[in-house]
């Protein structure tokens, strides 16, 4: 069992950047691959960026690559999103997912568990 808390969410103007952070519970943190999805309103949940259990693989949706990048501390059973250059289409609720793989998951039905989420907006 995996519990995921997300913070570091708000509102920021175009061209700016935010670090969100997810916390995890659970003595398996360390062999689960981690993901963030979002969701803006009126749209389905879209894959962001997601990283191997090692940290040694990473992939990220056409959309953010280049602006956000993946991060993970196994020994504080955290994984991180850093976001630059945000964009006013950046704006929605941002998940983080644990899922029990080997490899990089990109799809939301890979994924087991998920947090609450946190609501980025970005300003133009």
């Known amino acids: 069992q995996v519990q995921l808390v997300e913070s570091g969410g708000g509102l920021v103007q175009a061209g700016g950047s935010l670090r969100l952070s997810c916390a995890a519970s659970g003595r398996t943190f360390g062999s689960y691959a981690m993901g963030w999805f979002r969701q803006a309103p009126g749209k389905e949940r879209e894959f962001v960026a997601a990283?191997?259990?090692?940290?040694?693989?990473?992939s990220y949706a056409d959309s953010v690559e280049g602006r956000f990048t993946i991060s993970r501390d196994n020994a504080k059973k955290t994984v991180y999103l850093q976001m630059n250059s945000l964009k006013p289409e950046d704006t929605a609720v941002y998940y983080c997912?644990?899922?029990?793989?080997?490899?990089?998951?990109?799809?939301?039905?890979?994924?087991?568990?998920w947090g609450q989420g946190t609501q980025v907006t970005v300003s133009s």
């Open positions: 997912a644990a899922a029990p793989l080997g490899r990089v998951g990109v799809l939301v039905y890979e994924y087991d568990y």
């Open positions: 990283i191997r259990w090692s940290g040694s693989s990473t």
